[in-house]
């Protein structure tokens, strides 16, 4: 029986996938040159597919890594001389924290227990904060962080470093507060009244979830989730305020790295080229499918996210047994759905299976007492409710 | 027309990949867990099929990577505090030079001519070397480095490092000095007399190159040259003794990187994982050409590389106008055959291309007056001569 994959990540191809494949090698992609105007031509589609899919500025520089993991390590070595901050509420934003204690740097965290958000008000950020790291959608837990709570710290932070009270800051307010920062964040800029840098991880939302590149500095993601691809590629964008910061450490002689920090991979880009050979199929792939989201319109996908996490979340709500792990509403991921199983993992898995289906376990500690759903674009609402449809036969 | 590919890499693929791809997706290897009993499987195989073809010892370590590349920055972070002394000869063996200086490290280096080998010899290791960076293949230059000649490298270190006198070791007694290295190499450890390590490029040499393990610390080398795979992986080879290094430098409290150090790297390789999602078809496909290398027999590779090179070579020591780039023909390396062109690549690249046939231009200075032929177990004996009548008939 063919099999539906609504597994986290590797997941289910996007269903063009296979045929974009076939191309690549008919049209000989492996072997051509990574030096050669072919690679550089891919390199620039990818590359402009991403910035019109993602509304990324065109003065952010894409960079293409190994995995979201290595992001993590890139981000930590050329943006942090000492100081970060980490919002921790599960094992992918623990891991950021941990590779910044690895590099030797000085990480400070705020954690909740997982499952929960973050009350953003509460959050106190460390004065010497240099760069504060967000894992907007925790992989292993479904719990995402608005990203107006990620625009209200951001601009939190730049009102204490251009020394304003922020005390008249309201949550009511938060219409206004985003669509006023923009030139708050601009001419704070310009004057040199700098907040700290937002690293954020987006590996399980993007290109579902909406980005304001201004308010964000480094956004990560890596290619075997939305976007249906095969494992193997990171992608990491980085506003000029984030590069300057990597040239400035360089400057004063911190180590940022080799063939990776952003100098360089900065240097190479521009030519639409890496340093090293890099996954030339993964990239070429990517160009693709960022096509088809286009064509499909990015509008269309979004709905549809939401959609089907809508229909999955309102069987779990009136399930008897199986309920959301993520209780309060506004925290739950729409692409990465978590359900508290009652210690019965082990048996719906297979379940599952034999009927078709693919989902993950619970991760970690919770490996026996949740599933873990993707809803990402691969996934068809027919499948969302085939899959349910199977549950209901349990 | 249908092109054949004797670039150095990114490649021709190797002929059965095609069919690989194909099973992989019919059997769904790019959706599925890398935490899962089939990934690791795939790993285990992989890693075993390495092994039995290059004949890694069962105690070496062997880690996956993005690349060739990133295995350089993750030797020099590992294994050397201070000091790393490097054989330069062409662009590669400079880019790892490079990278121990940006990770700040005291690089020290010796230099030849490009085209030239190393006077073994002659070469003066600085006392304080931690590890010795040798590039076995230069597949800008097309120049190897014999491999006696690295090992008589070790093996007079050592000898120095244990204040043995070298003075009576002489050339002549190469083969003397091979055999007896092993034992030497052995007791010298148990008793605490190690030398430097070694870290070995066979990029463009693997798995042609008989590696003398018990000699090569490091080994590296990534899929898209002789394996013929699409690019995006890296394989790197770890000795007891090189991973003890890492450990110790890590307790002594050096930084050697966050989720690809080598100790996080050995924690999961021994559950046959990696930290991160790593590139899963990448992997499943090495491990299936290693099986068809395997089937077909390392010996048999061997002496067909031999042949062709030799056909090769042959035709272009008696060409009256493009002559090999390398004269010596001790340093002429079998698998990445440079041609000297009288300036004429911008005439014969296209005029090969007409003809089906892609091969690489020079490297860097010697863009326009080199090329480069690739002679990997993807291209046969009669394309080979196929390619030498098109030559011919210039």
Redesign the interface.
Known sequence: MK?V?F?V?????YPT??EH?KTA?RE?I?????RGKRFADIYKQTADNLRRLMGIPSDYHIFF??????A??RI?QNTVKSHSFHLVNGAFSK?FF??AL???KMAEKIEVPLGRGFDIKSIKIPEQTECICITQNETSTGVSVPTSDIYYLKHVMQSCHSERSVSGVEESHATKLLSGMRSLHSSADSVGMTGPLVALDVVSSAPYVRIDFSLADMTFF?V?KLFG?????GVLIVSPKAFEKSKNLFEKGA?I?????FLVMEEYSRKYQA????????IYLLGKVCNDFLEKGIDTIRKETEEKARVIYEYFDNHAKYKPGVREKKFRSLTTIVIDTQGETAKILPYLAENGF?V?SGYGEFKENQIRIANFPSISLEDAERLLGVFAST
């Open positions: 099999k994959y597994t990540g590797p997941t289910q191809l996938v296979k494949i090698i000989d492996p072997s051509i040159s990574h890594l190994g995995s979201a993991t290595e993590m390590e930590i891991k941990t590779i690895q590099l030797g890596s075997q691809l095969p494992a193997g590629l180590g790295g080799s063939y990776h920090n340093h090293e050979t890099p996954n030339v199929l993964g693919i993950s």
